[in-house]
């Protein structure tokens, strides 16, 4: 399951970023039914270890959950349906998904407590303010990764009311 994006995985110097990756087995995947239950358990299970591998050869991995409210969402899906600059956004599945947010927040939950690891953590972000939360995200990444010329004062200190780590982020 994982090969399709290990062949897009960064080498040296390079940087990769993937849009839900792996993680759709644990979200629209089970959902829709996409997938089998068998099929998500088993996911669920191997993916800490096949993160784990990752880590181990030393790249830098980061989980980003952009976290937006139902209300937010909603407005979202409006504006890509019937704004004509936003409208190749919207596929049948975000029709489909609009009834499923229980679904899709059951989900969530489970994907985030069952592969939020010390060595691979899910780095929640609230993004229904889009600008501030993609701010966090480059914040996160400068604060984290070594390079030249760093300055920690120049990025400054993270939001802690925007983003935070983990299952209990998602419940404050």
Known sequence: YYQRYVDHFSTSGEFVTFDRSWY??????????????????KFLDETPHFERMICNEGIHFFKFWLNIGRETQLERFH???????????????????????????????QMVERTHKEFSPWIIVRANDKRRARLAVIQRILLSLPYDGRDLDAVGKPDKKIIGEGPGFLKD
Request: hydrophobic letters at 30%.
């Open 24 to 41: 759709n087995r644990a979200g629209v995947e089970p959902v829709m039914g996409f997938c089998t239950p068998e099929q998500h358990e």
């Open 79 to 109: 504006d890509r349906r019937w704004s004509p600059l936003k409208n190749w956004k919207f596929s049948p599945i975000d029709i489909a998904g609009v009834s499923k947010w229980d679904d899709y927040t059951r989900a969530r939950d």
